[in-house]
Nanobody, 115 residues
Framework: QVQLVESGGGLVQAGGALRISCAAS????????MGWYRQAPGKQREPVAT???????NYADSVKGRFTISTDNAKNTVYLQMNSLKPEDTAVYYC?????????WGQGTLATVSS
């Protein structure tokens, strides 16, 4: 089963940028969908961005135009570039992989945006 390890979270001021990464233990090109989700304190986990094996992307309305999901198949890594960050983007960001059956989650990385 694929294992996912996120990295790159941290503290940034509003208006700043962060890039978080998700390293997979196996080839991500075999995954149907790779995605990023987030969970803010006291809230439910929500989808942020997804990318299919055919490179189609989808974004939550709240991050459109600010966040970009991308993959590097040679490194088996998925990225989320987050620009123009807002305090409401503060959350634990989780990587998700959907193979043919089931799904796998990473342990999460915390991104904190100060006002």
């Amino acid at each position: 089963q694929v294992q996912l390890v996120e990295s790159g979270g941290g503290l940034v001021q509003a208006g700043g940028a962060l890039r978080i990464s998700c390293a997979a233990s196996t080839s991500i090109s075999s995954m149907l969908v790779m995605g990023w989700y987030r969970q803010a304190p006291g809230k439910q986990r929500e989808p942020v961005a997804t990318i299919t094996s055919g490179s189609s992307t989808n974004y939550a309305d709240s991050v459109k135009g600010r966040f970009t999901i991308s993959t590097d198949n040679a490194k088996n890594t998925v990225y989320l570039q987050m620009n123009s960050l807002k305090p409401e983007d503060t959350a634990v960001y989780y990587c998700n992989a959907k193979p043919r059956y089931g799904e796998v989650w990473g342990q999460g990385t915390l991104a904190t945006v100060s006002s």
